[in-house]
């Protein structure tokens, strides 16, 4: 059973663009909304974080939109660098975390 | 902090060998989770822990597998036997839990056991 889709599966933008991912989950047992970056050979790390009393949230050149009526999120990444170069996964958290399929993005200096 | 501590960070076997991946959790953290990383099925979450009690293991993918945590600063995933089906990277994931027993804050992931199983 699939509780969170994300898409794409990946992107690829010029440097100085804004790329964004979506996630949309499937019920309302979730209260945390985060989003994990990995880089080839680490494991993911927390990027940012939502919870659902708050429609947005930004951190630095990354910001979290949610749509807690159409049960989506979404990451968009502002003025982003060929750093920002990894695989980006959504999750929903509640009794445990499920992660969406990752999108991976390559930023193109 | 020295983060959650995996190893091996690489394995190669021969099907039919029992494997087993080790996880040290962050000092503290009360919460421990194992996930499987394919690039079919992305990030599986195979079991958790709380306070060191096995929680869920609906995600555990057959009897083949099992998960042990004797104490809070140690966990075990053993496969027995291995299958080529099984070559995937295994992360060890920790966290601190709130009272309520629901997972909202930070996983903190170890680097990953690679799994390669001929």
């Known amino acids: 059973q699939q509780q969170v889709k994300q898409s794409p599966q990946s992107l690829i933008v010029q440097k100085g663009g804004i790329p964004i991912i979506n996630c949309a989950y499937e019920?309302?047992?979730?209260?945390?909304f985060p989003w994990y970056q990995q880089f080839p050979g680490k494991g993911p790390a927390l990027l940012i974080a939502?919870?659902?009393?708050?429609s947005e949230k930004k951190e630095g050149r990354f910001t979290i939109s949610f749509n807690k009526s159409a049960k989506q999120f979404s990451l968009h990444i502002m003025d982003s660098q060929p750093g920002d170069s990894a695989t980006y996964f959504c999750a929903v958290g509640g009794f445990k975390t499920i992660f969406g399929a990752g999108t991976r993005l390559f930023v193109k200096a | 902090d020295a983060g959650v501590i995996q190893s091996p960070r690489h394995e190669v076997t021969e099907m039919g060998q029992e494997v087993t991946l080790r996880c040290k959790p962050i000092s503290g953290h009360n919460s421990l989770f194992w996930y499987r990383q394919t690039m079919m099925r992305g990030l599986e979450l195979l079991i958790y822990f709380n306070n060191n009690v096995p929680i869920d293991d609906s995600g555990m993918p057959e009897d083949r597998f099992s998960a042990k945590m004797p104490n809070a600063s140690f966990s075990t995933l053993k496969i027995q036997p291995s299958e080529p089906r099984d070559s995937a990277v295994y992360f060890c994931a920790s966290s601190l839990t709130g009272t309520s027993g629901l997972n909202t804050g930070e996983l903190f992931f170890g680097e990953g056991s690679r799994l390669t199983v001929l």
């Open positions: 019920n309302t047992a979730f209260d945390y």
């Open positions: 939502i919870r659902p009393d708050v």
